[in-house]
């Protein structure tokens, strides 16, 4: 069953702006991280952030941990066209494996 | 270092029909995995291993069946494919325990 549930399922938006993209989990976590896709590719991991971290940075993407409220958030500023993609969050709970949410299409027009 | 190369990369298969996709990894990892990914449905575990010689089921493994005789390889087998089993089938490695996964090209299988 699905651990991680994004929000929304879709986003379009024009180059320059921001876009924030949210996940919810049910279960208690070690780990969450975020991965991209871009079409027909293979997922590439963007980030990881650790139950006892609250916000991580790389480059122009910002992530925040919230675990009181099972909730992680990943803003993209100044997006660009190249951000196409579809963008999934995943957590891990101690197990061998890591549980995946649907993904949020991310969609910047020029 | 190539990362996590997949064989083949489209395959076409009439029901009842066997084949075997081929994962390999050249980082030494110890956990690897095979997902399916299907529209709308995000990445679903089918088996994965956590060392040489090991498998388990995942979320969905009927009608697979895996193997992982070398680290750095690990096969994953459909004996009858059946249209359900049409998809796009991602490889992943890991390192250890909580790190990242590193993904393969994927295979796109249709099975007619």
């Known amino acids: 069953s699905q651990q991680g549930e994004e929000d929304p399922q879709a986003l379009s938006i024009q180059e320059g702006e921001n876009a924030t993209m949210n996940c919810s989990y049910k279960?208690?976590?070690?780990?969450l991280q975020w991965y991209r896709q871009n079409s027909g590719r293979g997922l590439v991991h963007l980030i990881l952030?650790?139950?006892?971290?609250r916000e991580k940075h790389s480059g122009r993407l910002r992530v925040t941990l919230d675990t009181s409220k099972k909730s992680s958030s990943l803003l993209i500023t100044a997006s660009r066209a190249a951000d196409t993609a579809s963008y999934f969050c995943?957590?891990?709970?101690?197990?061998?494996?890591?549980?995946f949410g649907k993904g949020t299409m991310l969609l910047v027009s020029p | 270092n190539a990362g996590v190369t997949q064989t083949p990369k489209f395959r076409v298969l009439k029901t009842g029909q066997s084949m075997t996709l081929l994962c390999a990894q050249d980082?030494?990892?110890?956990?690897m995995y095979w997902y399916r990914q299907d529209p709308g449905m995000g990445l679903r575990l089918i088996h994965y291993?956590?060392?040489?010689?090991?498998?388990a089921k995942g979320e969905v493994p009927d009608g697979y069946n895996v193997s992982r005789l070398k680290k750095q390889n690990f096969l994953l087998g459909l004996e009858s494919a059946a249209p359900s089993q049409t998809s796009v089938y991602f490889c992943?490695?890991?390192?250890?325990?909580?790190?990242?996964?590193?993904f393969g090209p994927g295979t796109r299988l249709l099975v007619l």
């Open positions: 995943a957590t891990h709970s101690g197990y061998s494996t890591l549980t």
């Open positions: 279960t208690s976590i070690n780990n």
């Open positions: 952030i650790r139950s006892n971290e």
């Open positions: 980082m030494n990892h110890e956990y």
């Open positions: 291993s956590v060392g040489e010689g090991t498998t």
């Open positions: 992943a490695s890991m390192r250890t325990l909580g790190e990242t996964q590193y």
